[in-house]
């Protein structure tokens, strides 16, 4: 009878420990990207740099001393949101194939269950 129990204590102390551990909570990043285009030869009378959404644009965030990435696209009005594990990534922000050099953090920085904004805005200058 002590040996059953002293084996059923085991087995359920056993079985307890084989669970995966709890992973971290997640953080969230969100933003906006915007498109301005600036100046132009047709565009004299422009006084400013009208922004515009930057519609479907993908935005990868690989996590330092990762290869790993994840990836989330631009809605209509150039919003995005990504929940991601907490550590520190670097931002790339594509359109099309093409990576785009934009103003804003190349780094961000998610802490479980906070929300960190990073807007970006990309500017065309033209002749």
């Known amino acids: 009878m002590l040996s059953r129990a002293l084996v059923a204590c085991l087995l359920f102390a056993s079985l307890c420990g084989c669970g995966a551990a709890a992973s971290p909570a997640a953080g969230t990043v969100t933003g906006h990207v915007q498109i301005r285009t600036c100046g132009g030869a047709y565009r004299p009378e422009q006084a400013g740099c009208p922004a515009r959404p930057m519609t479907g644009a993908a935005l990868s965030f690989q996590l330092i001393d990762s290869s790993s990435a994840s990836t989330?696209?631009?809605?209509?009005?150039?919003?995005?949101?990504?929940?991601?594990?907490?550590?520190?990534?670097?931002?790339?922000?594509?359109?099309?194939?093409?990576?785009?050099?934009?103003?804003?953090?190349?780094?961000?920085?998610v802490v479980a269950d906070k929300?960190?904004?990073?807007?970006?805005?990309?500017?065309?200058?033209?002749?």
Not at 99 to 107: D, F, I, N, V
Not at 115 to 127: E, H, N, S
């Open 72 to 109: 989330t696209r631009t809605d209509s009005s150039g919003a995005y949101r990504i929940d991601l594990t907490p550590g520190t990534y670097i931002v790339q922000v594509m359109d099309g194939s093409a990576k785009r050099g934009l103003a804003g953090p190349r780094t961000v920085t």
């Open 115 to 127: 929300t960190v904004t990073a807007d970006f805005v990309y500017t065309i200058q033209l002749l």
